[in-house]
């Protein structure tokens, strides 16, 4: 009975996420410089959250489902290095948060990393992947570059529905 209820619940949770359709993208716009000797080591975006439709005013929940990673500048020509790499969680190595708290902070630096997915940076490529995907950005060698990162809001309201046909 117990593995019922956990099967039915499951089931209930997946039917609420199934249900969630793109609502816009979110207005704030990180605009991201790295320089040489630079990195992001490895990590997971947050998410973001809004009981109000950004882009109409009407209530509902939305969270953001995907990171948008948009390039402004390009490898090669103007920066060596940074690429977008996407790692399989196996390969991370996790520390204790520095709070005591139960949640865990990726070490800073996996002598053994090898990225799974990369994706090298060219003006006007867009990059979509889900936040909680484990990912870094690589050290810069040389030059700089530039970028914009933001999400994409999914939600259930009166406006999900309306955005999307």
């Known amino acids: 009975a117990e593995a019922e209820a956990e099967a039915a619940q499951a089931g209930a949770g997946k039917q609420r996420v199934a249900a969630l359709r793109p609502s816009g993208v ?8 790295y320089e040489a000797g630079q990195q992001f080591h490895p990590h ?22 995907l990171t948008l990673a ?3 500048n390009d490898a090669g ?7 977008l790499e996407f790692m399989t969680p196996p390969q991370l190595q996790f520390r204790p948060a520095a709070d005591g708290s139960a949640s865990k902070v990726p070490l800073k630096h996996h002598a053994a990393f090898d990225p799974a997915l990369r994706v090298q940076p060219q003006a006007g490529r867009c990059v979509l992947f889900a936040p909680k995907m484990h990912h870094q950005g690589a050290l810069l060698e040389r030059g700089v570059k530039y970028m914009l990162q933001t999400t994409v809001l999914y939600g259930h ?9």
């Open 26 to 33: 979110y207005p704030l716009f990180r605009v991201q410089k």
């Open 44 to 65: 997971r975006d947050g998410i973001d959250y809004t009981p109000v439709c950004l882009h109409t005013g009407q209530p509902g929940h939305y969270w953001s489902a």
């Open 70 to 72: 948009i390039y402004l």
């Open 77 to 83: 020509a103007d920066f060596a290095g940074g690429a």
């Open 157 to 165: 309201g009166s406006t999900a529905s309306a955005i999307v046909p």
